[in-house]
């Protein structure tokens, strides 16, 4: 314990004394400390953003197919949906799209609060039942969630309420695709998991929503399907069965949740790997940078290993002080860059990386960036800071450390 006691404290004597090679080092490792996590925060966020987004979404979406592209699906594929496929116990239809508030882009979705006596009839003879609890994926803060009977309401994320000032009560105005401006009245406001549900939905009656975009009484945008709740491995196989049925009707498409995930995942992942190249190379830059200030700083400190030879340092404990070196700068650099991406990501909003990150989703109103800084992030960050130096340094090290301790010290006063 000694021993090491020593060598850290030389070490650390040798980073103060070396100090250009210090900065020059910890400069570049910061940078590509800093930017990884910076990146990788984000994405985690995002992809962790996307999973609570779908945490309540349907276990299967049908859309209309015509031409290749999504249209408009008939409600009269419920019962299509409902007799082709066993060990369905929720299904409800859904209208959704886009509107303005003000400068802000809307999301605006028509939920099923309460469905036709007739449909229910229909839904109970071919072993369906039409009961999705919109409260639980959309939470309530304030008010009272929407009322069936009841047309002209809406309910509001809490970032949308924020962005416009309103609360219950308030009278809110949306344009729609046609130039006409509606007005509905604010009943409550929710606070979902999901930021990005808070940040820009509003909730209407599925009337309303037909209504605001002009949706034919026997269409809608999709129709929501939930199998039977079972444990996980056995509901993937459900999900599968029920999907394999539906798809054997004409013109629908059929996707599932994990077919989302996936897809929400492999966006961010492609978006955050492109900033990774330019991180590899600027950790490649960094391994030169350290292996040619090792090679230096060997260059300068020959006559001073010499002299810790002849006093009994052994080869191995002049590689250790340099490796303890390079982990105490690595471990450095991985501290500040961590606090670097922390502070770029939270406090300044990410400037550039958001918009790169988020796409076209910037059109959307603002909201926080999602940031999740897990272990599996923060241990890779302190890898990529000090395993690299570790390599960089090891070979110039042992070069110098070897070296005859009489030919160190004539080469180094000559």
């Given amino acids: 314990m000694k021993r090491f006691k020593n060598l850290l404290n030389y070490a650390l004597n040798c980073i103060q004394r070396y100090r250009l090679r210090t900065a020059v080092i910890l400069i570049c490792l910061t940078v590509a400390a800093s930017s990884f996590s910076a990146v990788a925060f984000m994405s985690d966020g995002l992809v962790r953003e996307g999973a609570l987004s779908l945490k309540y979404t349907p276990d299967l979406t049908i859309q209309g197919i015509q031409a290749g592209r999504q249209t408009l699906i008939s409600t009269s594929f419920v019962n299509s949906i409902l007799g082709s496929a066993s060990g369905i116990s929720v299904i409800s239809e859904r209208i959704w799209g886009y509107g303005n508030v003000g400068n802000a882009l809307i999301v605006v979705v028509g939920v099923d609060v309460g469905n036709a006596a007739t449909i229910n009839q229909t839904s109970r003879q071919l072993g369906g039942y039409f009961n999705v609890d919109q409260t639980a994926a959309y939470p309530l803060e304030s008010g009272k969630f929407l009322d069936p009977q009841l047309n002209g309401t809406v309910v509001i994320g809490k970032g949308v309420a924020e962005l416009l000032g309103a609360h219950v009560g308030t009278q809110l105005s949306i344009l729609t695709e046609s130039n006409e401006i509606k007005q509905y009245t604010i009943v409550g406001i929710f606070n979902s998991e999901s930021s990005i549900y808070n940040a820009d939905m509003i909730l209407m009656n599925l009337n309303d929503a037909r209504a605001f975009f002009s949706i034919p009484d026997d269409k809608v945008t999709d129709i929501m399907v939930y199998v039977t709740p079972v444990d996980a491995q056995t509901k993937t196989v459900l999900v599968n069965e029920v999907a394999r049925a539906i798809s054997g009707l004409p013109n629908c498409r059929v996707v599932t949740k994990d077919v989302l995930l996936s897809a929400q995942e492999k966006t961010y992942g492609d978006r955050s790997g492109f900033f990774s190249i330019v991180w590899y190379v600027i950790l490649i830059a960094v391994a030169i940078i350290a292996f040619n200030q090792t090679v230096v ?37 991985g501290v500040i860059g961590l606090t670097v991406g922390i502070l770029f990501d939270v406090v300044l909003g990410a400037p550039v990386l958001r918009d790169f990150m988020l796409g076209w989703a910037n059109l959307y109103p603002g909201f926080p960036v999602p940031v999740y800084i897990s272990a599996q992030t923060v241990l890779f960050t302190f890898a990529v800071t000090i395993v690299p130096l570790l390599f960089a340094t090891v070979i110039p090290s042992w070069l110098n450390a070897t070296v005859d301790p009489d030919i160190s010290m004539r080469g180094a006063r000559a």
Avoid: N, P
Wanted: aromatic letters at 6%.
């Fill in 297 to 333: 700083v060997g260059h300068e400190s020959k006559f001073e290993v010499g002299l810790l030879k002849a006093l009994g340092f052994s080869t191995s404990d002049i590689i250790q002080v340099r490796l303890v070196e390079s982990l105490v700068l690595g471990t450095l650099a």
